[in-house]
C-alpha cells in the first residue's frame, strides 16, 4: 500500500529540503523525498503548484472535552485541526475537570484514539485542581502519557511552586508551560492597558505583567536547570527576556500565536461588519494575553524570524455563541484559531516579513524540539524517511473569506469575520491516511 | 393645554422631522458633529419653554413607550429621564434589573428582545459595563440611548454640563473647563472631553496620576496615538485652576482608595479639593459644577457647592430639557416605527 504526493514544492526544514518532486509514503510512514520517488505507487495526489509541508503541529489549543462539550469536542477539535493542516495537536488539561490525574488523562487519549482525526497529545495540570496551591502527581501524569505540564489559563503564581514544579518535573524530562501572567497586574484587566482601553472605558492589562511574569520564570529556569516553556509571549520587553534567557544558554522555550503575530488591540475597538456608534467592542478579539500594541506585533515578527521564538502555537480556544454573545466584561477570553492559524501566518511570508521555510519550521518542527515531542516520536514534524507520513498539502495562493459560521470547529469565535486570507489547506494526512480534503 | 405656535419652537402637534438629524441612537457624544450638539441644545431651550408652561406637557411622544432599565442604581438620572419621557407624553416603563439577573442566566440580549416584544420603541439604559448599550443597538430595533455605562460614556449628563455652560457664558469657543477628579473611572469626564473639544473649549484634566486613563499620564512614553481629543493634563489644581472659566468636580468613590490608588482621603482633601479658596485661583465668577451625586467635604467643599457660582442644582433641572430633546430628536428619524 503507497501512496505518492506528486510534484509539489516540498518544503521541509527539518532536512534543508525545499524543492519540487514528490513524497512517497509506504505503510503509513514516509518512504522517500525527491525527484520521481513516487513514479510507481498504487495511489497518487497530484500537488503540483501547492506547498507540500509536514503536518503542522499545534502545542497549544483547547479541545474542550472533558465537560465542556458545548464549547468543542475532541471530534469537532481535531477535525478543526485536520482542516487547518495540524496533523498532532497538544490539548491543554483546562478542562472539567481538569486533567490533574491519570485517569482523566487515559481518558482524554481514549476519545482521541476513538474519535480524534489527528494525533492528540495530552498535556497534564501543574497543581492538583490548577488551584495553584500543590503538585500534581506529576510522575503519574507523565506514566499516563502527559507530554507536559501547565495550567494554562491561568499562571503558577506562586513563585516557590513554580520552582518546585520545574525542579521535580526535571526528573521527568518533561517541560513546564507557564502562562506568564502577574495576576496583581492584571487585576481583573479584559484587554490590553493602551490607548484602545482608555477610548473603550475598559479595564487594561499592561504589558508588564506578563513581563514581570517571564522575568520570575526565566530566573526560576536558571536556579532550578528546570524546562521551561512560555506560552503565549506577546510583548516587545517579554520577548527581550527570552532572548536574552536564551543567549545565556538557559533551558527556555517560548510560543507565540497566529493573532498575536497579526492583530492589534485596535480590532477591539474597530471589529467587523457594522456597529452602531462606532465602537465595535468585539468580544472576538477578547483574548488573554490580550491583543497589544503594533510595536509588539512587529516584535514578535521579528523574534519568529530569528528564533528567539521557537513555535507558532495557536491556543485555539473556542467557545459557544453565548460566551461571547455578551457585555465585553462578561465575554470568555480566546479565539478560535486553528482553520485560520497558517492563512493568517501565511500573510507574513506574502508581505516578506518571513521565510516560507521558517514559517514552516515554527509550525512543524520547530513545536515539537520545543516540547522534546520528537523524542517521543521520532522524526515528529519533518518528512524524514521513517517518520509518521503527516503532511499538509496546501495552495499558497488560494483567496478566502473567513466565515465563522463555515468553521468546522464548534467555536466560532474569530475576529477574522470577513476577512480574506492567502493561501488555502486542500488536503491534510495523518499517518498516511487523509484526514481533510477540500 | 395652553399652546402656542413658534418658528422653532416644540408646539403642540410638533411632529415635524428635526432638520440635520439622522440618527437613532445616542450613543457618546465622539460620533456628533458640533453642528448637531447644537442642535440638541437649542432643541432643549424649546423644551425648558414647555417646562415653564402652566401645564408642562406636549404630545410629541404620544403612543411612544419608553424603557428605562437601569442595572446600575440611579436617582437623578432615572427620575430626570422619566420626567421628560412623560412631559412628551410617552408612556414610560421603569426597570431596575439588579446585577444578579445576570447571574440568574437571563442575558442582556434576552432582556433587550423582551421589552422589544412588548413594544418599547426607545431604550434608556444604565449599565455598569463599559460598552453594553453599543452590544443592545447592534440587536434591536429601538433607539438606544446610553445613559451611562461603565467608565465609558454618559452623554445626556456632558449635554445636560454643555447646555448649563452655554447659558451662562454663551459662546463656549475659548473658555477654559477644568475637570478635577477621578477621571480614569468617569464616564461623565469622557463624554465631556468629546463634548466640549467638539465647540472649541479648552479642557484641562487634574487629577492624581493614579486616577488619570494611562494613555493620559504625563512622561509615559508611548509611540501609542492619544485615546482623545486635544486635553491638556495637569497633576497641579492651582495650576490647572488658572484662567478656568468652569470648575467641574467630580465624584470620589471609596474603592478608590481600597484599590490602592490613593494613600488617603486626608490627602486627596488636600490636594484635590474644590474650595472656596482655591476658586480664588480660577477667573472670577467661574461656574462651580458636579454631575452629583455628591460626597461634600471630600471633591467639593461645602462652601463651594453653595457659593454664589455653583450651578449645580440648575444642571439637574436642565437636565430634564436636555433629555427631552434627545428623546424629541431620536424618535423623529424612522418615526415610522412609533
Not at chain 1, 487594561?204 to 536556579?223: F, K
Not at chain 2, 456628533?32 to 415653564?52: D, R, Y
Not at chain 2, 434608556?124 to 430595533?141: E, F, N
Request: with cysteine.
Amino acid at each position: 500500500m503507497s501512496l505518492a504526493v506528486r510534484g509539489g514544492r516540498i518544503v521541509d526544514p527539518a532536512n534543508g529540503v525545499d524543492i519540487v518532486g514528490d513524497v512517497l509514503i509506504v505503510d503509513g510512514r514516509i518512504a522517500a523525498v525527491g525527484p520521481d520517488v513516487g513514479r510507481e505507487a498504487t495511489q497518487a495526489i497530484d500537488a503540483r503548484g501547492l506547498v507540500v509541508a509536514p503536518g503542522l503541529v499545534d502545542v497549544h489549543c483547547h479541545l474542550r472535552e472533558p465537560g465542556l462539550e458545548h464549547k468543542e469536542t475532541i471530534e469537532t477539535g481535531t477535525l478543526a485541526a485536520a482542516r487547518g493542516g495540524f496533523t498532532t495537536v497538544c490539548c491543554m488539561p483546562n478542562t472539567e475537570p481538569p486533567l490533574d490525574s491519570a485517569g482523566a488523562i487515559r481518558y482524554v487519549r481514549e476519545r482521541a484514539e476513538a474519535v480524534g482525526r489527528v494525533r492528540v497529545l495530552v498535556i497534564g495540570c501543574v497543581t492538583k485542581g490548577r488551584r495553584g496551591q500543590e503538585l500534581a502527581e506529576l510522575a503519574e501524569l507523565a506514566a499516563a502519557g502527559a507530554v507536559a505540564f501547565s495550567d494554562d489559563g491561568e499562571p503558577v503564581g506562586d513563585a516557590r511552586l513554580m520552582r518546585r514544579a520545574l525542579e521535580y518535573a526535571s526528573m521527568l524530562g518533561l517541560p513546564i508551560i507557564d502562562h506568564p501572567e502577574d495576576k496583581a497586574l492584571s487585576a481583573g484587566g479584559v484587554m490590553h492597558e493602551g490607548w484602545v482601553a482608555a477610548r473603550l472605558g475598559l479595564r487594561g492589562v499592561p504589558a508588564a505583567a506578563e513581563e514581570v511574569a517571564v522575568a520570575r520564570d526565566i530566573s526560576l529556569a536558571a536556579l532550578t536547570g528546570g524546562r521551561l516553556h512560555l506560552a503565549h509571549v506577546s510583548t516587545a520587553a517579554a520577548l527581550a527576556h527570552v532572548r536574552r534567557a536564551r543567549a545565556a544558554g538557559l533551558p527556555v522555550t517560548a510560543e507565540v500565536t497566529p493573532h498575536h503575530l497579526t492583530l492589534t488591540h485596535e480590532a477591539v475597538l474597530i471589529g467587523t461588519g457594522e456597529t452602531p456608534g462606532g465602537l465595535a467592542y468585539d468580544t472576538n478579539a477578547k483574548v488573554n494575553p490580550p491583543l497589544r500594541t503594533a510595536t509588539d506585533v512587529a516584535a514578535c515578527v521579528e523574534a519568529l524570524a530569528d528564533g528567539t521564538l521557537d513555535c507558532i502555537a495557536t491556543d485555539h480556544a473556542p467557545h459557544a455563541l453565548e460566551d461571547k454573545l455578551c457585555e465585553f466584561d462578561l465575554a470568555a477570553f480566546g479565539i478560535s484559531g486553528l482553520e485560520t492559524a497558517l492563512a493568517l501566518c501565511l500573510g507574513l511570508v506574502q508581505a516578506g516579513r518571513l521565510s516560507l521555510g521558517r514559517l514552516v519550521e515554527a509550525l512543524t518542527v520547530g513545536p515539537a524540539r520545543a516540547l522534546g515531542l520528537d523524542r517521543r516520536l521520532p522524526g515528529l514534524g519533518t518528512l524524514s524517511p521513517g517518520a509518521a507520513a503527516d503532511l499538509v498539502i496546501f495552495d499558497p495562493e488560494a483567496e478566502w473569506t473567513v466565515e465563522p459560521q463555515g468553521l468546522v470547529s464548534k467555536g466560532k469565535n474569530t475576529p477574522l469575520a470577513g476577512r480574506r486570507l492567502r493561501g488555502r489547506v486542500l488536503t491534510t494526512i495523518c499517518n498516511g491516511r487523509v484526514v481533510w480534503q477540500e | 393645554m395652553r399652546e402656542r405656535t413658534e418658528p422653532r419652537g416644540p408646539g403642540a402637534g410638533l411632529r415635524e422631522p428635526a432638520q440635520g438629524w439622522r440618527r437613532r441612537h445616542l450613543l457618546d457624544l465622539d460620533e456628533l458633529s458640533a453642528a448637531e450638539i447644537e442642535l440638541v441644545l437649542e432643541t432643549a431651550e424649546a423644551m425648558q419653554e414647555v417646562l415653564g408652561r402652566d401645564v408642562p406637557r406636549v404630545p410629541a411622544l404620544r403612543g411612544v413607550t419608553v424603557v428605562n432599565l437601569f442595572y446600575e442604581p440611579s436617582t437623578r438620572t432615572r427620575a430626570s429621564f422619566e420626567l421628560a419621557a412623560k412631559a412628551l407624553s410617552a408612556d414610560v416603563v421603569n426597570i431596575a434589573a439588579e446585577a444578579s439577573s445576570v447571574k440568574k442566566g437571563e442575558s442582556l440580549l434576552d432582556t433587550v428582545r423582551t421589552l422589544q416584544a412588548l413594544g418599547a420603541q426607545v431604550l434608556v439604559m444604565r449599565h455598569w459595563q463599559s460598552g453594553a448599550p453599543y452590544l443592545v443597538a447592534r440587536h434591536t430595533q429601538m433607539s438606544v440611548i446610553n445613559a451611562g455605562d461603565g467608565w465609558h460614556a454618559h452623554p445626556s449628563q456632558a449635554l445636560l454640563d454643555i447646555y448649563t455652560m452655554r447659558r451662562h457664558l454663551g459662546d463656549l469657543k475659548g473658555r477654559q473647563v477644568v475637570i478635577v477628579g477621578d477621571i480614569a473611572h468617569s464616564r461623565v469626564a469622557r463624554s465631556n472631553v468629546w463634548g466640549l473639544t467638539k465647540l472649541g473649549v479648552q479642557v484641562v484634566l487634574c487629577a492624581p496620576p493614579t486616577l488619570l486613563p494611562p494613555g493620559l499620564l504625563p512622561g509615559r512614553p508611548t509611540d501609542e496615538p492619544s485615546p482623545f481629543p486635544p486635553v491638556t493634563v495637569e497633576t497641579d489644581l492651582a495650576r490647572a485652576l488658572e484662567g478656568a472659566d468652569v470648575v467641574m468636580a467630580l465624584r470620589l468613590q471609596r474603592e478608590r482608595m481600597e484599590a490602592g490608588l490613593l494613600p488617603s482621603l486626608r490627602e486627596y482633601i488636600r490636594l484635590y479639593q474644590v474650595n472656596e479658596e482655591r476658586l480664588a485661583l480660577a477667573r472670577p465668577g467661574a461656574l462651580v459644577m458636579h454631575p452629583g451625586p455628591m460626597n461634600e467635604g471630600v471633591e467639593i467643599s461645602p462652601g463651594a457647592a453653595r457659593s454664589a457660582q455653583a450651578v449645580i442644582e440648575e444642571q439637574v433641572a436642565n437636565g430634564v430639557a436636555v433629555r427631552m430633546a434627545l428623546l424629541y430628536l431620536l424618535t423623529q428619524e424612522g418615526g415610522s416605527r412609533a
